[in-house]
Nanobody, 113 residues
Framework: QLQASGGGLVQAGESLRLSCAAS????????MSWYRQAPGKQRVLVAT???????AYVDSVKGRFTISRDNAKNTVYLQMNSLKPEDTAVYYC?????????WGQGTQVTVSS
């Protein structure tokens, strides 16, 4: 299972760090990702990190968000800086292995202007 945490209500320009703790070694997953879903919109990929540490981001968060992983803690993080109102969404973490996909329960991020 995946447990996401760290969401909250912040003002524009502030920062948050999301955490996604796994119940097993994250080294067993090919990739760990963060998605977000704004009200009335589809869930979209925000950032992903491979087992080798390669990262990728959606254009709208490049330069502001950083995804990282701590294999010793079985946790993936999403550091979000310079937050904007359009970043408001429920953020979900996802773990992908060869045979399975796992989702966390989501954590709400609200950015006020």
């Amino acid at each position: 299972q995946l447990q996401a945490s760290g969401g909250g209500l912040v003002q524009a320009g502030e920062s948050l760090r999301l955490s996604c703790a796994a119940s097993r070694s994250i080294s067993s997953f090919n990739a760990m990702s963060w998605y977000r879903q704004a009200p009335g919109k589809q869930r979209v990929l925000v950032a992903t990190i491979s087992s080798g540490g390669n990262t990728a981001y959606v254009d709208s968060v490049k330069g502001r968000f950083t995804i990282s992983r701590d294999n010793a803690k079985n946790t993936v993080y999403l550091q979000m800086n310079s937050l904007k109102p359009e970043d408001t969404a429920v953020y979900y973490c996802k773990a992908t292995s060869i045979s399975s996909t796992y989702w966390g329960q989501g954590t709400q991020v609200t950015v006020s202007s």
